[in-house]
């Protein structure tokens, strides 16, 4: 059997960052000579191939326009690989790995999102073992087909969903977590895979949306929020959704004039989805006194997704829709795995 081909492509990140030893600066990867570099990747069984971007982005800068010109280099090569290895820095990770789940529809090869807490050119470095299992996953095949045909994460042994994922450590190496979703493969001394949690690829045809709407908003409700901050944010002009973050199960506040605010926002045909603070758990509507209004408001339950995959759902909805009823169907439902049935 034929080698794998995969191709790395770079975006920015620490990842990326080689020490000069003449000059003791840190600086950006050469991929050119990767396998000077990194001789071991000559023992897997697989070819690589790289793109790098220019420039190289410290991901605190990502923004939409970025996430689409990904998405072209994944579509331009997507005939000619078997899987994709993007390496990004680990502060947008999450984001970026939840809106191209949304925008490469009917993805049939691994697309493996990964980083490292310490630079590839550092002794201690997290970075070589997570590059090299990334490659190994985007390179996973059994009887021709791909073990992980999804957009996804590998950081520190783990293999979760992309959009199920957030960092929450900015400190150890073992930076993310899925909340509310399995890992999809551990890598030990052999990578196991749960195939049972993984999505089978598609049959259809690779089609990459290219439209994201940048008019939402992401509102965290915090004890003290008062009507200024409150209607500043729903005035905004031109907003279509707004991420509202709120408290344990869903719950927010029921002073009058909050609920007043929500309803008034609502009316004018602004979307708002629920979505819970915590890191582990769902928003249910109506198990406390203090979520029962969000229901009669006609506010959209994002049950168990997290944040970062909420605003990129609503970005790529609104993008693809000019509808809100249809944007507001869609969210509740799950389309790549981003919510729990
Ligand atoms: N600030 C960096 C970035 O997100 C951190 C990292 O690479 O982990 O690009």
Request: proline share 4%; aromatic share 10%.
């Amino acid at each position: 059997m034929d080698s794998r081909k995969v191709l790395v492509i770079y975006t920015g990140g620490t990842i990326g960052m080689m020490l000069n030893s003449e000059t003791s600066a840190l600086e950006p990867f050469d991929f050119e000579h990767l396998y000077n570099h990194l001789p071991v990747l000559q023992n897997l069984n697989c070819k690589i191939e790289s793109y790098s971007f220019d420039p190289l982005i410290d991901s605190s800068n990502m923004n939409p326009k970025f996430w689409i010109r990904l998405a072209e280099v994944i579509e331009d090569n997507y005939d000619d690989f078997d899987g994709f290895v993007v390496l990004h820095g680990t502060d947008t990770m999450a984001y970026s790995a939840g809106v191209l789940s949304f925008m490469l529809e009917n993805l049939s090869k691994p697309v493996v999102f990964t980083g490292s807490q310490l630079p590839l050119g550092m002794i201690r470095s997290d970075g070589r073992e997570n590059f090299i299992t990334s490659i190994e996953i985007a390179t996973a095949y059994e009887n021709g087909n791909p073990l992980i045909p999804e957009v996804c994460v590998c950081f520190e042994n783990r293999v979760f969903r992309g959009n199920r994922t957030s960092k929450v450590n900015a400190e150890n190496f073992d930076a993310f977590i899925s909340g509310n979703y399995p890992s999809l493969a551990e890598a030990g001394i052999n990578i196991r895979y749960k195939r049972h949690f993984i999505r089978k690829a598609s049959t259809e045809h690779l089609k990459v949306h290219k439209n994201l709407d940048e008019a939402v908003f992401i509102l965290k409700l915090y004890p003290g929020i008062n009507p200024a901050v409150t209607n500043a944010v729903f005035g905004i002009k031109g907003l279509k959704g707004i991420i509202m973050e709120t408290y344990g199960s869903g719950n927010a506040p029921t002073d009058a004039w909050f609920l007043k605010a929500l309803e008034e926002a609502v009316d004018r045909g602004i979307l708002i989805v629920n979505v819970t603070q915590c890191k582990e758990g769902s928003v249910e509507i109506g198990k406390y006194q203090t979520s029962l209004d969000m229901g009669r408001l006609g506010i959209i339950s994002g049950k168990d997704i997290t944040t970062e995959a909420a605003l990129a759902k609503l970005m790529y909805l609104f993008g693809r829709y000019n509808d809100r009823q249809k944007v507001a169907e869609m969210f509740g439902v799950s389309m790549v795995g981003e919510i729990s049935e």
